[in-house]
């Protein structure tokens, strides 16, 4: 059972808007931090926000983050196919002094 | 741009001692003040994080499995290992070692990750 709760999967339609969320609790999200990691088939998981809306460099601005309380959301617009992923959120806990994630959400285009 | 591999042994029997190295190249481990980490995979699973270590050497586990880690730096090799002792089947899983954020709390570079099987 993963600290953080994210919906097993979503999916959408090339162009849609999706939006995928990760709740938490005031020890973790609510205190700290917010990450998502996109984790492609077959390949190492990626950062794709830190510091709950920063983008590294190279994440196209399709995406965006947000975080309110003790829940956070991802959201993907102008889906395309190679958006097909599983997606992680993680925070640190204070009270575990260690990190923690979700479950993952697999992503998937119709 | 720094990158991270990982090697060992990728069968382990039960009971034994996982051992994993992460070597790093296009920068030095002890040159600036990262932690760097272990996170781990089971197979169709989620991700779980095992532990990071300060550039001084210093370390956090996660509580789940501080009893059976222990981590380290080889600043001459500009490597980092993993041993998890008393391992059982629930241990296997693709590790990945990874280079954290800036704060320590987030894994911004990962390795491509290895297969560890437990089995006798």
């Known amino acids: 059972q993963s600290v953080l709760t994210q919906p097993p999967s979503a999916s959408g339609t090339p162009g849609q808007r999706v939006t995928i969320s990760c709740s938490g609790s005031?020890?973790?999200?609510?205190?700290?931090?917010l990450y998502w990691y996109q984790q492609l088939p077959g390949t190492a998981p990626k950062l794709l926000f830190y510091?709950?809306?920063q983008r590294p460099s190279g994440v196209p601005d399709r995406f965006s983050g947000s975080k309110s309380g003790t829940s956070a959301s991802l959201a993907i617009s102008g889906l395309r196919s190679e958006d097909e992923a599983d997606y992680y959120c993680?925070?640190?806990?204070?009270?575990?002094?260690?990190?923690?994630f979700g479950g993952g959400t697999k992503l998937t285009v119709l | 741009q720094v990158q991270l591999q990982e090697s060992g042994p990728g069968l382990v029997k039960p009971s034994q001692t996982l051992s994993l190295t992460c070597t790093v190249s296009?920068?030095?481990?002890?040159?600036?003040?990262?932690?760097w980490t272990w996170i781990r995979q089971p197979a169709g699973k989620g991700l779980e994080w095992i532990g990071r270590?300060?550039?001084?050497?210093?370390?956090s586990y996660n509580p789940s499995l501080t009893s059976r880690v222990t981590m380290s730096l080889d600043t001459s090799k500009n490597q980092f290992s993993l041993k998890l002792s008393s391992v059982t089947a629930a241990d296997t899983a693709v590790y990945y070692c990874?280079?954290?954020?800036?704060?320590?709390?987030?894994?911004?570079?990962w390795g491509q990750g290895t297969l560890v099987t437990v089995s006798s």
């Open positions: 993680a925070s640190w806990d204070d009270s575990l002094s260690g990190w923690v």
């Open positions: 990874a280079r954290a954020c800036s704060n320590g709390n987030c894994a911004a570079t």
């Open positions: 296009g920068g030095s481990i002890s040159s600036a003040t990262y932690y």
């Open positions: 510091m709950s809306n």
């Open positions: 005031r020890s973790n999200i609510g205190s700290n931090s």
């Open positions: 270590i300060y550039t001084s050497g210093s370390t």
